[in-house]
Every structure is written in C-alpha cells, then in structure tokens.
C-alpha cells in the first residue's frame, strides 16, 4: 500500500534558524512522483517542488532544498535561516498508481507538518 | 503559469439551500480537476477527480447525488453541495492538472471555499 509519513506534527524555531521537515513514502511503483506544498493561515496551498522518481539530484531554490533518498525512501524539505513569513502547514505527498492511463493521478497526502518560526 | 482560481472565497448559506462553487484554471488547460475537502488542522480528504467532458469519479464515503461535479471545459469545474446541512460547513479546495509539461502530474491549488452552513 501507499503512504506517506510526516512524523513531526508540529515544529517550532526562532527566526534566522535552520529546520527539516522529514517526509517518508512508501510505495512499489519503480515511477512515481514526490510533492511538497506549503498552506499558509490563508489556506491556499503553494506548490513548492515536483520530484521525479528517477531523479535523485537534490533541489535548491533560495532558502528552500530538498533530499530526496530512494535508498531510504525519504524526501526531505530544509528551510535554511527561517523567517517568520514561512510558519504554515508543509505537506508532503506522493502520486498514486496508474489507475487510468493518460489522466493525472491523485496524490497520497502525508498529515502535514505545522511549522512555527517565532521572531 | 499555473494559476487557479475558486470562486465564491467565502459563503454562509441557510440549512436546506444549495451552493455552488467554481473552480478555473487560468493560464492552463485543465484536463482534470480534483475537489478536496479539510477540516481544521487535517490534511486533505480527496472527494473526486474529474476528467474534462466525463462524469466525475467520487470515492468512497462521497455521496454523489449531494457533492454535484461538473467539468464541462478545460477551464472550468464546479462543485454544487446540494440541499447543505451544518455538517457540510468545511473548506473545499479545487486543484487543476494538465496534458503536459510541467502541468503534467502537479496538481495546482485555487485558493479554496470557507462553506458556512447555518
């Protein structure tokens, strides 16, 4: 079966600090595809990062990386120096199984994680 | 790119009334649209996918005569909670996936329905 794992419900950082977010996935498809969303207090969700199963290069985007495993089946999200504006809910997710060729798939969502920065 | 848009961003309705929601893709075609439904501090519960020009597939739990989908474009889909009781009070987001490149495989997310039913 399927499935994603953030096992830290809730973090809490001082401004300026580094934190990681720890997502792990579980599935037995040898292509699949990993996400990260960001929902601030507005509740929109913010598409962050799109990773490939066959691409483990990790990914930096200013403050933002990620390190994605296959060996430990964990793609994992790193805030280097935090700031306020980045407390909200990150979650993790994973595309499901083929089920209808050609459509998009839906996405196996993780709990998500509550990030906090405090000034 | 990729922008998403959902409309009304915040509606109160009466018990027994129906209300629509309208989610557009504004910059892609959306060849499937997704509807979420979240509760406070929980992740998000899949209620249906829709293929543009085909009936929507709801999963399980989902009553289909009460969360009406329609996507008759590749840039609009709506979700009608028909006859809503208090219990449907809930935020409902849209997200919108495409034929290819980038849009391919990413769902992108409208900025989501806060439904208030009295």
């Known amino acids: 079966a399927q499935k994603v794992t953030q096992a830290q419900t809730e973090i809490s950082v001082v401004e300026k600090e580094d934190v990681t977010l720890d997502c792990v996935y579980e599935?037995?498809?040898?292509?699949?595809?990993l996400f990260w969303y960001k929902q601030p207090p507005s509740g929109e969700l913010v598409f962050l990062i799109r990773?490939?199963?066959?691409d483990e290069q990790n990914e930096i985007s200013g403050r933002y990386s990620w390190n994605f495993q296959k060996s430990t089946s964990s793609f994992n999200f790193t805030i280097t120096a935090s700031q306020v504006v980045d407390s909200a809910v990150y979650f993790c997710?994973?595309?499901?199984?083929?089920?209808?060729?050609?459509?998009?798939?839906?996405?196996?969502w993780g709990l998500g994680t509550s990030l906090a920065v405090n000034p | 790119g990729a922008v998403v848009s959902q409309h009304p961003s915040r509606v109160i309705c009466k018990s027994g009334t129906s209300v629509k929601i309208e989610c557009r893709s504004l910059d892609f075609q959306a060849t499937t649209m997704f509807w979420y439904r979240q509760f406070p501090k929980q992740s998000l519960m899949l209620m249906a996918t829709s293929n543009e020009g085909s009936k929507a597939t709801y999963e399980q739990g989902v009553e289909k005569d009460k969360f009406l989908i329609n996507h008759a474009s590749l840039t609009l889909s709506t979700l009608t909670v028909t006859s809503a009781h208090p219990e449907d009070s809930s935020f409902y987001i849209c997200s919108a996936s495409g034929p290819g490149g980038n849009f391919k495989e990413t769902q992108y997310f409208g900025p989501g329905t806060r439904l208030l039913v009295l």
């Open positions: 997710a994973l595309s499901e199984s083929h089920s209808n060729a050609g459509n998009n798939r839906k996405l196996i």
């Open positions: 599935t037995r498809d040898t292509t699949y595809y």
């Open positions: 990773r490939n199963s066959f």
